[in-house]
């Protein structure tokens, strides 16, 4: 197959859609598909390159998520319409509502995954409201995601939300996966801080990852004395993450890596956090728990999250800073108890294998190439 992936960032890029894409790409051309990368990018062998632009007053925000949009080039999207067998579209902004019309007119076959919800717009520009939050979706649904001939949504939350919101068109879930280099580190090849034990959190430092809840948490547990926080991930709200830590007993450790660098800290962590609000699956959940470290995450409504507590001692009301407390110390209180759930980590995140999300791509692409050339019509609602 000869698929065209259009996205806005590409190079260096920190969020969860743009290291799937990659992670799919990176499969697909190993088995001798043709991946046409197109978005704001370098200039290389199979990349075409957009010019980037800014919306004003929101640039600096995005520059600071390391995400930046492109600028839709009507010829060159021509051209890859001209080539490509099928359009993956990543992102519903300018250069996907675009791609999309194009690729209709020109009868060109799409496929669109549903990264981005309403309130991960809203909320890191300090709005909410769900009547807002649902004029968002209905903006999303009306020029992207209600004209593919299938959504990919990566949860079954996802898929949930977006019927919620009136989506027409065929939706298959679709995990993102998590790779087999998520695995467990030897003992005694990760990070270590003296005594003290590792409470790890992966993920965009902005609004709705709530990072300002686990740091409070973290001041008023009882073992704070010897909690060492580590945070892990670039954003708009690092500076005030970092005022924020600065008088805990043990100042939170920062840094922002590559996958292959993030493993032994998820292996050396005696216990994850995920406090987000907003999530279309939570990958860095789902990284945590292959690598065998328990995941404490928030129950929120709007996340798919909850989906990887091991059972109701790792979830904590969402936005409540007493809860996450509590839940905090009371399984810090049993560390023996918190490294006999490394196994049970370990079988939870083995049924959302990479090779099993592959394998559900491929056969979505097929179907839809099937159907454009007159098969049979296999897709779901």
């Known amino acids: 197959m000869r698929i065209a992936m259009v996205l806005d960032s590409w190079d260096n890029a920190a969020n969860g859609a743009v290291k799937s894409t990659r992670r799919f790409t990176e499969r697909l051309r190993a088995d001798g598909h043709e991946v046409t990368i197109v978005a704001n990018a370098a200039a290389e062998p199979g990349v075409v390159s957009l010019p980037s632009f800014e919306i004003p007053v929101f640039g600096g925000i995005m ?16 051209r890859v319409l001209a080539t490509h ?90 995990s993102n996966g ?106 860095a959940a789902l990284e945590a728990l292959a690598c065998g470290a328990p995941c404490l995450i928030a129950d929120s409504l709007r996340s798919a999250t909850p989906q990887f507590a091991l059972d109701d001692r790792y979830l904590f009301t969402s936005g409540s800073v007493e809860s996450l407390t509590a839940r905090l110390d009371a399984l810090l209180d049993d560390p023996a108890a918190l490294a006999s759930d490394r196994a049970r980590a370990l079988a939870l995140a083995a049924r959302f294998g990479f090779e099993n999300s592959y394998a559900l791509l491929l056969q979505v692409y097929r179907d839809v190439l099937c159907e454009h050339a007159g098969g049979e019509h296999r897709l779901t609602r």
């Open 63 to 78: 520059r600071r998520m390391k995400f930046q949009f492109a600028r839709p080039d009507r010829a060159i999207l021509a």
């Open 85 to 174: 067998d099928l359009v993956h579209i990543q992102f519903p902004f300018w250069l996907g509502v675009r791609t999309m019309r194009m690729a209709r007119d020109a009868g060109v076959p799409t496929v669109a995954t549903f990264h981005v919800q309403g309130e991960h717009i809203l909320y890191n520009i300090g709005i909410r409201s769900d009547a807002l939050v649902a004029q968002v979706y209905r903006l999303f649904l009306r020029t992207v995601y209600d004209h593919a001939d299938c959504v990919i949504c990566p949860s079954e939350f996802t898929d949930r939300e977006l019927r919620r919101y009136g989506l027409r068109a065929p939706a298959v879930v679709v």
């Open 178 to 283: 998590v790779p087999p280099m998520f695995r467990p580190s030897p003992p005694g090849t990760g990070p270590t801080f003296g005594d003290n034990v590792m409470v790890l959190t992966v993920g965009r430092l902005a609004a709705e990852k709530r990072h300002d809840l686990l740091v409070e948490a973290v001041r008023r547990s009882r073992h704070a004395a010897r909690i060492q926080l580590v945070m892990l991930g670039a954003g708009p709200l690092r500076d005030e993450l970092e005022r924020q830590g600065a008088t805990l007993p043990n100042p939170p450790v920062f840094g922002f890596l590559p996958a292959e660098e993030l493993v032994p800290y998820y292996g050396a962590a005696a216990l994850a956090v995920h406090a987000s609000e907003v999530e279309v699956e939570g990958m």
